[in-house]
């Protein structure tokens, strides 16, 4: 059995590691600093601009695409050490190397389902990383974790597609540059079969009828670097019914594809969160003394970051399987191990998180370190892209039917 990756990724790794120490861990500071001056909180500080210019003079950009007429053309296994890479830094890296949720998956979505009129208005500015978008699907008034809940209505009335919806937590919405929604909605609602009835239509975010109405906050964060999470009404916005993404119908089905990668995707960066978690305890612990002796020497603390090593080893290996058989069986075939990565990793990684910013005691939870808001956006992860618990009922389901 060969762990090894291929001469593609180590020399893609190389390039990512020197743009991180050289650029990106050098930036956050500076981009904390630009954001307190900008007049608008939802800008994007100067230095990451500077960043994604670099990214792309370096040929780090656009590398989640596995189609190489749209990005780098890699496979999921030869992408996931270079997703872990830019989790170290998730506010700065993966924007800075257009690999940012949800506008990967959005770009996805149009390059897989998108008709050519589409992919020329929307994909490739979003390509180029001119403009951003937003993914429209999760309700206040239902329970998301069941899609087929949906009470947004797409009604069609001629050559126009009528939409009515309040969604919420939809991510990049408030970000100046973000001119797309893809939004998810019931065509026919009555329908006998509840996974027929969605379907997804592109609506720029200036039509009559659309509402961004405030930003939403994720353990007191706005994530400003990814856009925010927004609360958005639709009130009777009129869009072309060739604004239709795929089939009528065929939005669940859209919805499903989209998330196995993103499922990976937030695994593998997640990971990095963990390395970079590890790294700043064992950092913290030779630093600082208590009781007569370093942190290091006391035995709790050599426990957490042992237990830590030998459960981030434990999870990339459960990774890497997924990101293989993804690409060799597809993601319908690696459906039990997706869901088994979604389930293990943010739950794992929170864990870690929280014995890191215990070591570091009250610096754990403050701005001074990123602890804080990294274990935010890992606990916001067991409920996104559908709750731990309901990837657990089908994955014990699909378990218990080998003895039925």
Not at 262 to 285: F, K, Q, S, T, V
Not at 348 to 358: M, S
């Amino acid at each position: 059995m060969d762990f090894a990756f291929d001469a593609r990724t180590e020399e893609l790794r190389a390039r990512l590691l020197t743009f991180m120490d050289e650029h990106v861990y050098p930036a956050e500071q500076v981009a904390h600093e630009q954001r307190a001056r900008l007049t608008s909180p939802w800008e994007n500080p100067p230095v990451v601009e500077e960043l994604k210019a670099q990214a792309r003079r370096q040929g780090l950009w656009n590398l989640f695409l596995p189609d190489a007429e749209y990005g780098a053309g890699l496979t999921n296994l030869q992408y996931a050490p270079l997703a872990e890479i830019t989790g170290r830094s998730p506010q700065l890296a993966p924007t800075a190397t257009n690999c940012a949720a949800p506008d990967t998956g959005n770009m996805e979505v149009l390059a897989q389902f998108g008709d050519e009129r589409q992919k020329k208005q929307w994909l490739e500015p979003l390509l180029a990383g001119e403009i951003r978008s937003a993914f429209a699907m999760t309700e206040p008034d239902v329970a998301s974790s069941d899609a087929t809940n949906i009470t947004t209505h797409i009604r069609r009335e001629g050559d126009e597609y009528v939409i009515s919806g309040r969604k919420w937590y939809i991510s990049g919405a408030m970000h100046p540059d973000c001119t797309i929604f893809i939004v998810m909605g019931k065509t026919d609602p009555d329908g006998p079969d509840i996974r027929r009835q969605q379907s997804m239509v592109l609506v720029p975010r200036d039509t009559p009828g659309v509402t961004v109405k405030r930003a939403m906050q994720v353990f007191g964060y706005e994530d400003h670097y990814h856009g925010g999470h927004a609360e958005v009404v639709f009130d009777e916005a009129r869009v072309p019914v060739s604004n239709l993404i795929g089939e009528e119908g065929g939005g669940f089905a859209i919805a499903q594809a989209r998330l196995g990668p993103g499922r990976i995707h937030h695994c593998m960066r997640l990971i990095g969160m963990a390395e970079r978690a590890i790294e700043l305890m064992c950092r913290r612990a030779v630093s600082r003394e208590a009781f007569g002796k370093a942190l290091a020497q006391q035995g709790v603390v050599q426990n957490w970051i042992a237990d830590a090593r030998v459960a981030v080893e434990q999870l990339r290996l459960l990774v890497l399987k997924t990101a293989w058989m993804m690409d060799t069986v597809g993601n319908r075939g690696a459906h039990t191990e997706i869901q088994a990565i979604k389930i293990a990793t943010p739950r794992t990684v929170v864990g870690i998180l929280d014995r890191a910013i215990q070591l570091h005691g009250a610096g754990g939870v403050s701005q001074d370190f990123p602890l804080a808001e990294l274990y935010a956006g890992a606990r916001t992860l067991m409920l996104a892209d559908g709750p731990d618990e309901v990837h657990q009922r089908s994955l014990a389901r699909r378990e218990i039917k080998k003895y039925l």
